[in-house]
């Protein structure tokens, strides 16, 4: 990167544990921000002990945990005991903002909630994550994604009306939630550059998850159509979704008459434009099934493959249906640097970088994930601990 990154200079507190606190936190973290994971003495961060290879979680290392903790730095605090409390407070006037993602009313309960911090520090920006806000009759509700996934829609229109409900295929409402979080926190830093005074935000991961589901849940805000599991069909449109080729799977898109007429050409069924089934917009959603049987029978001439070059070539948007290792190995993604490499003491550690690059550059973590209290001692010294007191603080497993 030839120019700073735009959160340089900021520093944060990472109070979470597991996906979505984290995913946030890394976010920040890719931006330039220095985050501070704060982690239960001994246990640290359940993610530690999560992921396919059993030994990496046995060294608190494990993928789950690599994935989204690149970067940062992991102090030890148990926040019940009165010193780690002031140990917080401490880093609290030392940083810019703070993220937690316990259930709505636990850093109240250890006096350690954003109406006490933000005395310590008045331009703090305070993040809470939580399953489904600060308050209302779900807030005392544990956040498990699966559960907001189900309490949100997401699983009733996943799949089609044989095997839905479903739910996504990885943690999308802590994935979201964390997003929503992250893009919160930039957006009230910037507030506090143009007022000098904090906030406290409260992000649900089940409103986070809604916003995203827009069109589906205007569908029966303005329309009174009430979603429905279509599989992998496009609501919006027909052709539009999942056909079986020769060989394997492609996803095609044709949801323009132009791009209809085009498909039917390369397919070699000029006749399917004059059909009266499917000679309109309408009309090929009404017979959605009828006309997926009739492209069917034309993509079993080729492969996914090899469908998917013609496609593209006369304008019709296409893709095959790829595994994660597919992607990930494929010279697109491997050419734009999408995964980071990173030495770490155990070994190299590959992870994802954001979703969006710079001009001037590719956000990539600045170091490998910590090991479990790696800067505790640092950051006690730097905040005038002598080592006789650090020393005390380990012996009584506050740090």
Known sequence: MSAPLPLAGVRVLDLTNVLAGPFCTYQLALMGAEVIKIEQPVRGD?????????????????????????????????????????????????????????????MDRLALGYDRLSQVKPSLVYCAISG????????????YDQIVQGAAGVMSITGDADSAPLRVGYPVSDTVGGLTAAFAVASALFGVRQTGVGRFLDVSMLEATLATMGWVVSNYLNAGVTPTPMGNANFTAA???????????????????????????VVGRPDLKSDDRFVDRHARKVHRAALTVELEAALAARGAAEWEDLLIRAGVPAGQVLTV??????????????????????????????????????????????ALSAQTDAWLARLGYGEDDIRRLREANVV
């Open 239 to 265: 052709p539009s979704g999942t056909f079986r080729t020769g060989e394997g799977l492609i996803n095609i898109a044709a949801n323009e008459d132009k791009q209809y007429a085009a498909l039917c050409d």
């Open 46 to 106: 359940l993610a530690r002990r999560l992921g396919a290879d059993p030994e990496a979680a046995k060294r608190g290392m494990g993928a789950s945990f690599v994935a989204v903790n690149g970067g940062k730095q992991s102090v030890t605090l148990d926040l019940k005991h009165p010193e780690g409390k002031e140990v917080l407070k401490r880093l609290v006037a030392e940083a810019d903002v703070l993220v937690e993602n316990f259930r709505p009313g636990v």
């Open 132 to 143: 489904f806000g600060k308050d209302g009759p779900f807030a005392e509700r544990p956040a």
């Open 325 to 370: 290792p597919e992607i990930i190995e494929h010279p697109h993604v491997r050419g734009r640097g999408f995964v980071a490499e990173m030495d770490a003491p155990e070994g190299m550690q590959r992870v994802t970088r954001c979703g969006f690059r710079f001009g001037d550059g590719n956000p990539v973590p600045s170091g490998p994930a910590p």
